[in-house]
């Protein structure tokens, strides 16, 4: 047999991380690496972070999963706890991402299918180079065929628009417009904030046609940006959201958030997970919020992001032929280059330990654990530096 006992769908390099330690990652052959990628924006509390570990190792030996049949305390009281914290009245918890984006689809859709609904309106209104995850409804709300292929046919009910262009999501509108699905900063797009006009355009044409703003929040939530959500930042709330990475530190969790209104269609049997917001999950998701809902934890998220940012700034400057700008938020940070990012960021990780994330747009994205610090950041720039000045993108 040719085919590895691992499905052959991700094209795995030769780290193999066994151990974590805070920011860095051990490999099975004792290398350390510096881990500004997180995976992909999870590790927000780094690799050992001992509230998370205790809060892990406590519960699993408590009670680890009950059924969805009994109540939950530990999902009440965390989903009470993002319910004070966000515009959401009632949160479904998931085990991924795509999952609560999956959710997200499902209650805009039951919405309009709800009595005094408007059934036709059926479609969401979706992005260019929008990432939602694997599964057939969300690859079907990405516009991206190198995601399609294989997998025909597309479930229907997707429109696609030009993304941070409020005319164009006004064209795909009909009478069979259900909402608009949008991060509003992507980032397998390549760390791409929606402008502040375009965000509070798709808020307006929601509340004018009672339609679904639904955001995808699932890389840009959770305390990434300085803010617990990146539509704080907006000031324009959505009826819907979608959450996960970082929101279990790397424990596998996912939440669906909505406003009571917009949850009208998600009653008794609508909907259902066995393992969603099991208590071994909710221990995670609580001991996440507890480190960071938090106005000093996120004041300090900022802080840090606007340090390295500057950093950032000034280290592009030494190589203009190589890099363009730097975008993102917080500590979502993207290095838009003016070559192929991808080779870039498999030399950082082979010839200088550094991982980080390629993204679309040529960009590289620096997501570092949340709480690294400038030790962190200087290893960074050291590591950063070396690997631009040794690099030659026409031998890439
Ligand atoms: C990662 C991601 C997803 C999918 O999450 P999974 O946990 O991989 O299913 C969905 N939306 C966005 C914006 C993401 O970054």
């Known amino acids: 047999m040719s085919i590895p006992p691992l499905m052959p769908v991700y094209p795995r390099c030769d780290v193999r991380p066994v151990e974590g330690d805070k920011c860095h990652l051990i490999d099975e052959d004792g290398t350390r690496y510096l ?26 030996a408590r009670l680890m999963h009950v059924s969805n049949l009994y109540g939950s305390p530990q999902g009440e009281a965390l989903a009470q706890r993002l319910v004070d914290k966000t515009f959401a ?27 005094d609904g408007n059934p036709q309106r059926t479609e969401l209104i979706t992005f ?36 941070d262009d409020l005319e164009s999501a006004k064209a795909q509108m009909s009478d069979r417009t259900a909402g608009f ?30 339609l679904m703003l639904v955001f995808d929040e699932v890389q840009c ?9 990146a539509y704080e930042h907006y000031g324009v709330k959505p009826d819907v ?27 008794f049997g609508a909907h259902g997970s066995t393992y969603g917001g099991n208590p071994l999950a909710m221990a995670a998701g609580t001991a996440v919020m507890d480190a960071v809902a938090n106005d000093e934890f996120l004041a300090e998220v900022t802080e840090k992001g606007e340090r390295l940012r500057a950093r950032l ?78 690099y030659d993108p026409s031998a890439a």
């Open 35 to 60: 881990d500004f990628a997180s995976g992909i924006a999870v590790n927000l509390l780094g690799h050992s972070h001992p509230g998370l570990i205790g809060a892990i190792q406590q519960q699993a």
């Open 313 to 390: 700034e000034q280290f592009i400057g030494n190589y203009p032929e190589l890099f363009d700008r730097v975008r993102g938020l917080g500590l979502m940070l993207g290095l838009r280059m003016k070559v192929e990012s991808r080779p870039f960021f498999v030399h950082l990780r082979d010839n200088h330990q550094l991982l980080t994330v390629a993204a679309g747009d040529q960009t590289l994205r620096v997501l570092p654990p949340l709480v690294a610090g400038d030790a962190e950041f200087d290893e960074f720039f050291e590591k950063l530096s070396a690997g631009a000045a040794s």
């Open 181 to 210: 699905l949008v991060e509003p900063i992507q980032g397998e797009g390549g760390i791409r904030p929606a402008s502040q006009q375009f965000i509070e355009g798709l808020r307006a044409l929601c509340d004018e046609h009672d």
């Open 89 to 115: 009245d009632t949160v479904f918890f998931t085990n991924s991402g795509a999952e609560a984006v999956e959710c997200a689809i499902k209650t805009a859709r039951a919405y309009h299918q709800h009595e």
């Open 241 to 267: 959201m979608a959450s996960a990475k970082g929101i279990g530190g790397g424990f596998p969790l996912g939440a669906c958030l909505a406003t009571e209104k917009a949850a009208r269609g998600m009653g």
């Open 128 to 163: 260019t180079s929008a990432f939602h995850g694997r599964t057939m409804a969300t690859i079907s709300a990405s516009n991206q065929d190198k995601m399609h292929k294989g997998f025909l046919p597309l479930l229907p009910g997707f429109r696609y628009a030009e993304f």
């Open 221 to 229: 939530g959770v305390a990434r940006t300085g803010k617990l959500y």
